[in-house]
């Protein structure tokens, strides 16, 4: 059973256990916010990020709720054997690693949750940077969500609407590893890899853009590299 009765501000952050999730897990924990914590599982290849995220959660001590949403989503190369990852060279448009649809269902699942617990803040830890071939991590689209809460929901028809936090969609990798650093979140906890392997595989671009970031920066990264 939520307890929703206790006073303060409550923020649901979709938690994927990668860098950029735990981030926005440090930044609401440094607000003193009191944090729910949700999960998507969608037989992804990366499966290991959702391990990755209850021990982020366990750190944070938060509530952690994980959605299991099955085969929803369609062919993706984070979701498909027979699809890979390409790297950043191989790319053209919008990458195989783009998943039909999901940060509208994120979005919309933490949503209805965000509005059960009380909660006036979801946090996604969506990068326009990264990745501008994905259509659903890009400031046009966190604004057209948060148009449609205003419309769409009971609390947003009566001016309360719960607002969606994307504090990182600008942000260079470099500029998100400081942050995460400069708050001490447990980035020795998070799983990058678009492979799913352990330890990462180091050449798919999720690897690689987090490898560039603590460069950048003359750091050493916490987790382990294939190579």
Request: charged share 25%; with cysteine.
């Amino acid at each position: 059973m939520i307890d929703v009765a206790t006073v303060g501000v409550r923020a649901v952050v979709i938690l994927s256990g990668g860098l950029d999730s735990t981030t926005c897990m440090a930044v609401a924990d440094e607000k003193r916010e009191e944090i729910y914590a949700v999960t998507f599982a969608y037989e992804q290849r990366h499966f290991r990020e959702i391990e990755a995220a209850k021990k982020v959660a366990h750190y944070y001590r938060s509530f952690h709720h994980i959605i299991d949403l099955g085969k929803v989503f369609g062919a993706s190369a984070l979701t498909s054997s027979h699809l890979k990852p390409e790297t950043e060279q191989q790319r053209s448009t919008i990458p195989l690693t783009y998943v039909p649809a999901r940060n509208i269902l994120f979005l919309s699942y933490a949503l209805s949750f965000a509005e059960k617990v009380e909660a006036s803040k979801i946090y996604i830890g969506v990068n326009a940077l990264d990745n501008p071939g994905y259509p659903d991590c890009r400031p046009e689209f966190i604004d057209a969500f948060q148009h449609m809460i205003q419309v769409g929901t009971k609390s947003g028809t009566e001016g309360r609407g719960v607002q969606i936090e994307a504090p990182l969609i600008n942000w260079t990798k470099a500029e998100i590893i400081a942050k995460a650093v400069e708050l001490e979140a447990p980035l020795h906890l998070t799983h990058t890899c678009y492979n799913g392997t352990s330890p990462a595989c180091g050449i798919c671009d999720s690897c690689r853009l987090r490898r560039e970031g603590f460069e950048e920066l003359g750091l050493t990264d916490p987790i382990l590299y294939r190579r």
